[in-house]
């Protein structure tokens, strides 16, 4: 039986092909238009997964979309009702597409897809609920699913069992943490439903000089983790912006321009607020394991994308052990949705051994052979070299070691918003230039953001102070004294920005300022290609740990084919490409005839 998952029309489109109830394909739409959060019906992801799978549409025995239209348009037309006569241009902008376009979803699939069979719409903090559950090693779990909102949700909470997941309870909008959030997003100059990871490592730069203001002006906090929005300071339910004047009086004066120079006062809202998210969010999980009486939590919706607060909930909470859908935002909606019928509409049984989850690792997406790169390569006079499995990790583990900054494209693309082995650029973590390298030579983004480690899975505890799998990038923790350095001692007078001037462990590329990481745990079974690099690097150099950060630069999606991955090399100070085990060197390669507008849009000479 094939299911197929749809989530689109919000931001991040995706679709997810599920076979006998396991996952075998899934891609976000903007992989393939290069359009970055793509929300546009996910026609060449619908595309992908079918051909792969060598089926057509009508082999589909379901189809499931991540939430209910009318339900969502209902909640859309109550809001502005509530407000009239304000929000008027805001109504004009968003009704007619939802009367032309949304509100048809149904017919809008069948005629995509020239599909005639059933089509499920279950809700949307369902379809979160379960992306979380069902992957899990857990055969029984408490869920908690917090974003920005669905139809009416913003926050739920619940219990799965087996094949079957009952949401107990939920908040409801305007009262959202994910607009709340967003909300600073915007006020700190940065783009909402993309930028809320800037604000994020933007954090550990500032105080938390605004938390009391935000507790007792803009939310009302109970200790349930419960709570209520201030709607008199924010404009997003009427509006075209998330704040108000009211707002900004609030916190100092007008939102910060896009791309105008960071101050210490950006950085101290991104720490207030992202310290209330995590006290929201502990509440939360202690009141779900009271009332549910589990010992395990699963995690979905776009505040689970915050892993500072999942390392928090992981290490503080009450919970023996979380797991986090990897896609959790609206991408995974399409998981979820197509899981939820395998499970709770077709009551198909599920048993889990708790040893590994059914995500596989998130290497979901396309991958390309040998003879297609190889053909790519030849056909565009492109020099390379290409190198046996066992002269491939030591060439590259040295390459690593010599300092040079290298694009890694090998296997299936990555599911979700991180890359984790398969589309990733990686560096030498030991280094204390590679962190600002990277982000201003490779990434073309702000200096201030950090980046990830993948560490092998057997090293995690003798580097940061957990031993806990982070296989997907989304749980954070603080690196271990005895690899650190005496950074703090020496930058007691830097602020803000300048903190990244003094190196702070052994490993200063991927330690943030206040000696967090983001981590990557890499073993040998989910992805053996990567888990052997790190293993060579490790047995070569004495260092188990590597840069990991996604490949491609700011403002473009990860990339999906080796074209994409020739492209951003080029148009990179990238040092070295691998296109699975095809090596080309920077220096080799002829140049690359770029447009104006790109050069002006990237900066570059």
């Known amino acids: 039986m094939y299911i197929l998952g749809i989530s689109a029309f919000y931001h991040d489109s995706a679709v997810c092909l599920i076979h006998d109830g396991q996952i075998v394909f899934a891609a976000q739409e903007e992989r393939f238009t290069r359009k970055k959060h793509d929300f546009g019906f996910p026609q060449n992801a619908v595309s992908f997964c079918l051909d792969s799978a060598g089926i057509k549409s009508k082999d589909l025995d379901l189809v499931a979309f991540y939430d209910k239209p009318f339900l969502k348009f209902e909640r859309i037309l109550e ?11 805001s109504f004009l902008k968003a009704v007619p597409l939802w009367i032309k376009k949304k509100v048809w979803i149904k017919e809008l699939i069948k005629d995509s897809l020239a599909y005639e069979g059933k089509i499920l719409f279950p809700e949307h903090h369902l379809s979160h609920a379960a992306s979380a559950f069902f992957p899990s090693p857990f055969q029984t779990a408490a869920i908690l699913t917090c974003d920005g909102v669905g139809e009416w949700a913003t926050t739920s909470y619940g219990r799965g069992d ?61 200790e349930d983790g419960s709570f209520r929005l201030n709607m008199k300071y924010f404009d997003f339910c009427t509006g075209l912006k998330m704040t108000n004047r009211r707002f900004e009086k609030l916190f100092d004066g007008p939102a910060r321009k896009p791309e105008s120079k960071l101050t210490q006062r950006e950085m101290d809202l991104a720490r207030s607020v992202q310290d209330v998210t995590e006290e929201v969010m502990m509440r939360m999980a202690r009141h779900v394991y ?178 806990h799998p982070s296989p997907y990038m989304l749980l954070v923790s603080d ?44 073993d040998a079974a989910t992805n053996p290609g990567f888990y052997r690099l790190l293993k060579t690097f490790n047995e070569k150099y004495g260092c188990p740990v590597v840069i990991n950060t996604s490949f491609n630069v700011r403002g473009e999606p990860i990339v999906c084919t080796p074209e ?32 104006e507008d790109w050069k002006k849009t990237y900066e570059l000479d």
């Open 79 to 89: 809001t502005y009702l509530q407000f009239a006569p304000f929000g008027l241009k």
């Open 162 to 222: 087996g094949n079957c997941i009952q949401l107990h309870a939920e908040i409801r909008f305007p009262h959202s943490l994910g607009l709340l959030y967003s909300a600073f997003t915007y006020f700190t100059g940065f783009k909402v439903n993309s930028g809320e990871y800037k604000v994020m490592g933007l954090a550990p730069y500032g105080q938390p000089k605004y938390k009391d203001i935000i507790l007792t002006n803009l939310i009302d906090l109970k």
């Open 290 to 467: 009271k009332v549910t009486g589990e010992k395990k939590l699963c995690l979905a919706g776009g505040v689970a994308l915050n892993c500072v607060s999942n390392g928090k909930i992981l290490r503080d909470g009450p919970f023996e052990d979380i797991w986090i859908q990897p896609a959790a935002g609206d991408a995974g909606g399409a998981v979820g949705a197509a899981l939820a019928a395998w499970y709770q509409y077709l009551d198909n049984p599920r048993t889990c051994t708790g040893n590994s989850d059914f995500q596989k690792g998130s290497y979901l997406g396309p991958c390309f052979s040998r003879d297609q790169i190889h053909e790519f390569l030849v056909s565009r006079g492109i020099p390379f070299e290409e190198l046996s499995e066992s002269d491939l990790y030591p060439r590259v583990a040295d390459l690593i070691a010599q300092q040079n900054v290298i694009g890694w494209f090998r296997g299936r693309m990555e599911f979700g918003p991180r890359a984790l082995g398969n589309r990733s650029i990686i560096g030498d973590a030991r280094s204390p230039k590679m962190q600002e390298l990277m982000n201003l030579k490779i990434k073309f983004r702000e200096s201030f953001r950090p980046f990830a480690p993948a560490v092998l899975q057997e090293c995690v505890g003798a580097y940061f102070k957990t031993s």
């Open 479 to 522: 690196v271990r004294e005895d690899k650190r350095t005496n950074g703090f001692e020496n930058d007691a007078t830097l602020q803000g920005i300048e903190k990244l001037k003094c190196p702070r462990s052994v490993i200063p590329a991927v330690t943030h300022v206040d000696y967090s990481a983001r981590i990557q745990s890499v």
């Open 564 to 595: 994409e991955a020739y492209l951003c090399f080029m148009r990179t100070n990238m040092d070295y490409l691998i296109l699975e085990n095809f090596v080309m060197a920077k220096s080799s390669q002829p140049a690359l005839e770029e447009s």
